[in-house]
């Protein structure tokens, strides 16, 4: 990857991890990882527009 950067988990979390990647057919814990990592950055940015939008919807006396 470009510019990857690095972090650290502990063992016993690393070991949990390789797990559940192995099981769910990931090919590896990074792709596991990375995977669950954009779902979630997606998921909170969706609310963040979402919540947006009710505000502007308040704003212009369409909903309460």
């Known amino acids: 990857m470009f510019g990857s950067k690095k972090i650290t ?3 016993a979390l690393w070991e949990r991890i390789e797990k559940v ?3 769910a057919g990931y090919a590896s814990v990074q792709d ?3 995977h669950l990592l954009e ?3 997606r998921h909170l940015e ?3 527009d979402e919540e947006t939008i009710r505000k502007r919807l308040e ?3 369409y909903i309460d």
Do not use: I, P, Y
Request: hydrophobic share 45%; proline share 0%; glycine share 16%.
């Open 9 to 11: 988990l502990d063992k």
């Open 21 to 23: 990647a192995g099981q």
């Open 32 to 34: 596991f990882v990375v």
């Open 39 to 41: 779902q979630q950055v």
């Open 46 to 48: 969706e609310a963040k």
């Open 59 to 61: 704003g212009l006396g």
